[in-house]
């Protein structure tokens, strides 16, 4: 496989696209990842792209900016970046569903799989991109058509979490809705997906939710409540929004059943009744667990699991596709540069693309996919 990366900050949404594209051009290009601002008009910036690309092109908003080899693209400037997939042991098939059309997510899901899928042939992996609503249910949607192939990829953002970002399969843009690229290669691929956070002594089985992803109950006391209990803090430091910054250092955990991931739950906002909404879907009767990391563990955490890649990976990537929750790039903030240093000695001059979600999905040893938030999704692919 062989990978092309590009990136723009002009001012006009063609131009950026038409840019970005044309530094990552490839004669043999089969798939365009391309990743951008939501103050841009996308239609224009996917013309732009569409004017130098001839391949599909699949992507989304990213939260603030992305990260290439070039430093970190955004800030308080719209971006475009793109990294371009070719190579003669490639070959790529698209598809793209909205929610509103389908019946369900799960049906929806299902939908994009049917339209990606090429001559009938399971794929070798999956990049996914989805609204951040429904994630476990496209993804099961997509389990439906193919089995449980490996999942990569992460959800559309916008810059100040109020439902402007957007997801897109060439012209195809919408706000609530799924895209997926089915890889077929006979190339190796590893994924690390991780919290990198460490466990504290803070857990309790989850009592009561509501819907999918409101936690009401921690061992049948008010979620918000147990919450401040374990961090010894008021509860009034907590109200409404200012859980979400409060817990990017120490979110919520639920373990998977061979101890392998600690998938994490973002607490996004604490409820008049102390019931906390979650970035993920809940389960009753889970244990859940309070996770701790400190801002430094946050940034140094990149270069070590893009480490553990390499040795996971065992060969020489052809590139880097990083998956980085924005809700963890919100909690860096002004030191981001920071990030982009441990990334930039960690794949040592092989091209890289970082976005920043508002969920990751990736998968463990035995292949089990799920979805999370405030994680890492790393993932590299072999010449």
């Known amino acids: ?16 696209g038409f840019e970005a594209a044309k530094k990552a051009k490839a004669r043999d290009a089969k798939l365009a990842i391309v990743y951008a601002s939501c103050d841009y008009d996308l239609k224009k910036v996917i013309k732009g792209v569409q004017e130098v690309l ?20 955004g800030g308080d400037k719209p971006f475009v970046g793109i990294m371009v997939l070719g ?24 939908a994009a799989a049917r339209k990606a899928i090429v001559d009938e042939t399971i794929p070798n992996a999956v990049y996914m991109v989805a609204s951040p609503t429904e994630e476990e249910f496209f993804m099961k ?12 990829g ?7 979490i109020e439902g402007k970002w957007s997801l897109y399969a060439d012209k195809n843009i919408t706000a609530e809705g799924v895209a997926v690229a089915f890889i077929y290669t006979t ?35 008010p979620a918000v409540k147990q919450y401040a209990k374990w961090r010894k803090t008021k509860i009034k430091h907590l109200k409404e929004g200012k859980i979400l910054a409060e817990t990017i250092t120490s979110p919520l955990g639920v373990k998977d059943p061979l101890g392998d991931l600690v998938a994490i739950r973002h607490p996004m906002f604490a409820n ?9 879907n809940l389960a009753v009767g889970t244990s859940v667990i309070r996770m701790e990391a400190t801002v430094d563990e946050l940034i140094n955490s990149v270069g070590e699991n893009i480490k553990k890649l390499n040795k996971k990976l065992g060969e020489e990537p052809a590139f880097y596709h990083l998956v980085h929750c924005g809700g963890r790039r919100a909690g860096i903030a002004q030191r981001i540069e920071e990030v982009y240093a441990q990334v930039k000695a960690a794949t040592n001059g092989v091209p890289f693309i970082m976005e920043f979600t508002f969920g990751e999905y990736g998968w463990e040893d035995d292949g089990r996919n799920t979805t999370g938030g405030l994680m890492l999704s790393f993932t590299a692919f072999a010449k």
């Open 141 to 152: 949607g997509i389990y439906d058509e193919i089995g449980r192939v490996p999942v990569f």
């Open 187 to 221: 190339a190796n691929f590893a994924n690390v997906f991780t919290g990198a956070y460490r466990e504290t002594a803070d857990r309790g089985v989850i009592t009561k939710i509501a819907g999918n992803r409101t936690l009401v109950e921690i061992d049948g006391v």
């Open 1 to 16: 496989m062989k990978s092309y990366t590009g990136s723009s900050c002009l001012e006009d949404a063609f131009e950026a």
């Open 54 to 73: 001839s391949c599909p092109i699949i992507g989304n908003t990213s939260f603030t900016g992305v990260i290439m080899p070039e430093g970190y693209v």
């Open 272 to 280: 008049a009744d102390l019931s906390m909404n979650i970035g993920s």
């Open 87 to 110: 190579g003669a042991n490639l070959e790529v098939g698209v598809g793209y569903a909205t929610r509103k059309s389908h019946r369900t997510a799960r049906a929806a899901g299902a």
């Open 154 to 160: 992460g959800s559309c953002a916008d810059n100040t």
